[in-house]
């Protein structure tokens, strides 16, 4: 066998006992990346500094595989980061911009992706900046809320609170869940990338909506919205009229614990994901499943309605899995614990939905306490 075959033989049996890369961020400013082997076991690669202090999510853009991180602290230069990474992981810092930082979520919209927005939870804020980052130092805009008076949960919904941004599936619109003000606001995506906010829809009252998930079944879209305060999952219908925003209609809200059971004190909805005619929802601080060990709750949808069916409650093999992340098969789910500060895979399987059995875990950073914003922030696929 000669040199180049020797090469492509060990290349090749590389690439097939690496199963999957994942990247995740720490609190305390550290991005790692993670190789998942086809034994199942999950190592730390590496890890680098994310270059800002408080690291608080990931948005991929496979287009040009640049990972997006806003920064969630409030002092000193929060910066807003963005780094290059490869088909194993490696990751290169690539540009940057300061910001007025408390950014605890953000998404990619517009053309080719050519623009991010971030939401600002304790400013009532919502901002935008056109990509790649540094090429210009201000925001491209800053969309500020306010609200008369506080909600049903005043020590949470003092004033609005936009917890997270999406874009709807064409790519038209940006969505924000404001958990302070119970409402899902919309904005219509613009040429030049600037959003004109669009009618609002409400939530229940106290609901405190998070993050929200789309499915499109044929000619049909719905939402789905989980709702930190009141431990639930929103579903929702959309339609496009000819002229005007999109419209959303409330269809049902359903528990995020199996029925009859009622949420238990302290527990906290953390996100929300569609795969197929099923959506997941995590909780927080719910220990369904022993000490330290919260859940994840499992539905099935109705195609032709979009109505949420109760499935199962699984274990999250976590606390606190503020973030978790389905793979593109759809056969393996990546769950982080913030405050255990470990990512978790467990296997998922593609016909009935069910979440299964634990396939990998391992501790990434240092654990983090709770109800503070410390730990591990968001995990992802590299795929």
């Known amino acids: 066998m000669g040199n180049t075959s020797r090469f492509l033989a060990c290349f090749t049996s590389l690439r097939s006992a690496l199963a999957a890369t994942l990247i995740a961020s720490h609190y305390s400013g550290q991005l790692y990346t993670l ?5 199942n076991q999950l190592t730390i690669a590496s890890s680098v500094s994310a270059g800002n202090r408080m690291p608080a999510w990931l948005d991929f853009d ?6 997006y991180l806003p ?12 780094f290059s990474v490869t088909a194993d992981g490696s990751l290169t810092p690539k540009g940057q911009v300061q910001t007025a930082g408390g950014e605890l979520h953000s998404t990619l919209y517009g053309l080719g992706n050519g623009y991010i927005t971030t939401a600002q939870y304790d400013a009532s804020t919502i901002s935008t900046y056109t990509l790649p980052l540094g090429s210009t130092g201000q925001p491209l805009q800053k969309l500020s809320f306010t609200m008369s008076q506080p909600g049903p949960v005043p020590s949470r919904q003092d004033r609005p609170h936009p917890h997270s941004v999406f ?4 790519g038209k619109y940006v969505l924000s869940a404001d958990l302070g003000a119970d409402l899902i606001r919309v904005f219509s995506i613009g040429s030049s990338g600037n959003l004109t906010q669009c009618p609002s829809f409400s939530t229940g009252p106290g609901d405190g909506p998070r993050h929200g998930a789309f499915r499109i079944q044929g000619n049909a879209t719905f939402l789905f919205t989980v709702n930190e305060l009141s431990n639930s999952l929103t579903s929702w219908s959309v339609t496009y ?3 005007g925003c999109l419209i959303l209609a409330k269809k049902q809200t359903l528990s995020t614990f199996p029925p009859g059971k009622a949420a238990p004190a302290g527990s906290k909805a953390a996100e929300v994901h569609v795969k197929d005619n099923f959506v997941y929802a995590s909780n927080r601080n ?5 000490a330290q060990q919260d859940s994840i709750t499992s ?3 109705e195609p032709s309605t979009g109505l949420a069916t109760y499935l199962e409650t699984t274990s999250a093999h976590s606390f606190f899995p503020r973030t978790f992340s389905i793979n593109g098969a759809g056969t393996m789910v990546a769950i982080g614990g913030q405050t255990s500060a470990n990512v978790a895979i467990v296997e998922r399987n593609t016909t009935t939905g069910r979440l299964g059995k ?8 240092n654990s983090g306490t709770v109800n503070q914003e410390d730990g591990l922030s968001a995990v992802i696929w590299n795929e």
Not at 35 to 39: C, E
Not at 167 to 170: L, M, S
Not at 286 to 290: E, I, L, M, P, V
Request: glycine letters at 8%.
């Open 35 to 39: 190789n998942l082997s086809s034994a």
């Open 62 to 67: 496979p287009g040009s595989k640049t990972i």
């Open 71 to 82: 920064d969630e602290v409030q002092w000193g230069q929060p910066l807003l980061k963005s």
């Open 167 to 170: 874009t709807d599936p064409t």
């Open 241 to 243: 009229p000819t002229t």
């Open 286 to 290: 719910d220990q369904s499943f022993g």
């Open 299 to 301: 539905y099935t949808i």
């Open 358 to 365: 634990l396939l990998a875990t391992v501790k990434v950073g």
